[in-house]
């Protein structure tokens, strides 16, 4: 699932090969960070530069 930082952007279910870093950086923007979430059991790959890059935040995810 894709959450874009952008609110006017849909929420889209992406196909990709979740072992691969490349497909990762390319959803993401640049190089990955995961986050990881105990409940529900999840992950969340952030751009690990976006704060750096003043990236747009995600709306209602922490900064």
Do not use: W
């Not at 072992?19 to 790959?45: D, H, K």
């Amino acid at each position: 699932m894709v959450v874009p930082a952008d609110p006017l952007l849909p929420v889209r279910l992406v196909d990709h090969d979740e072992t691969s870093l490349r497909a990762a950086q390319a959803l993401v923007g640049g190089p990955i960070e995961p986050i990881g979430f105990t409940r529900p059991a999840a992950t969340l790959y952030v751009n690990q530069n976006g704060k750096i890059d003043r990236l747009a935040r995600t709306a209602g995810l922490p900064c």
